[in-house]
């Protein structure tokens, strides 16, 4: 949940124009894998109830917009080379803007400026 606080600032100051969604996907940093110490505790989903057990910690957090899962295939984070987490902006179904692989590319103030310059 690196940089959720922005995340959230984009869909407060933009929901007028865009429409946001969260797509959860599978667990980067799972504590029964190569897990970062002081992180939140979850382990690889194994199931789908694993996944939707975990996406209610994100939901606790009020992402503003709707959270939805990836299969448990991963289609939508290998589609979107997601993991460990980006962000997109989809116009008339085409990728018009990619942010970077997070989390150190991971930067909401770039699509913060495409919107802008949309708007």
């Not at 979850?42 to 939901?59: F, G, N, P, S």
């Not at 299969?71 to 970077?100: D, F, W």
């Not at 909401?108 to 802008?116: K, M, S, Y």
Request: with cysteine.
């Amino acid at each position: 949940m690196f940089k959720f606080d922005e995340f959230k600032k984009l869909v407060k100051d933009f929901k007028s124009v865009a429409d946001f969604l969260v797509i959860y996907i599978e667990e980067a940093h799972a504590s029964d894998g190569w897990a970062f110490y002081n992180n939140i505790v979850i382990k690889h989903h194994r199931t789908l109830q694993d996944r939707m057990q975990a996406a209610q910690i994100l939901l606790k957090e009020d992402p503003l917009c709707p959270v939805v899962l990836d299969t448990m295939e991963n289609l939508s984070s290998s589609k979107y080379a997601a993991l460990p987490e980006r962000l997109y902006v989809i116009q008339s179904g085409k990728v018009v803007c990619k942010g970077g692989v997070g989390p150190w590319n991971y930067h909401p103030q770039e699509v913060r400026a495409f919107l802008e310059n949309l708007v």
